[in-house]
């Protein structure tokens, strides 16, 4: 299993959406609290977790540091 963790500016918001969005997918909560939502299912697992406070103010940057997907890394596809 695979799995993604997202790290949020606004949690609210995005554990609602996603909160939606990932059963459409076939994905089950099995973790819904104040700090981390984390649902599993079809073949892989997503988290959702609020950001650092001091960090909440910086937007996604597509060329900025980082790791952007566990495939990319290692030449294959989940």
Same mark, same amino acid.
């Given at each position: +299993?695979?799995?993604? #963790? ?12 996603? *909160? ?5 997918? *076939? +994905?089950?909560p099995v973790f819904d609290g104040d700090k981390f939502f984390y649902c599993v ?6 988290? #959702?977790?609020?950001c650092d406070p001091a960090l909440a ?8 540091? *980082? ?7 290692? *030449?294959?596809?989940?």
């Amino acid at each position: +299993m695979d799995h993604v #963790i997202l790290t949020a500016s606004r949690f609210d918001l995005a554990r609602a959406f996603y *909160g939606k969005l990932l059963p459409q997918f *076939g +994905m089950k909560p099995v973790f819904d609290g104040d700090k981390f939502f984390y649902c599993v299912g079809a073949r892989t697992a997503i988290g #959702i977790e609020p950001c650092d406070p001091a960090l909440a103010g910086e937007r996604f940057v597509q060329q900025r540091v *980082g790791l952007q997907s566990e495939a990319d890394i290692l *030449g294959t596809e989940t």
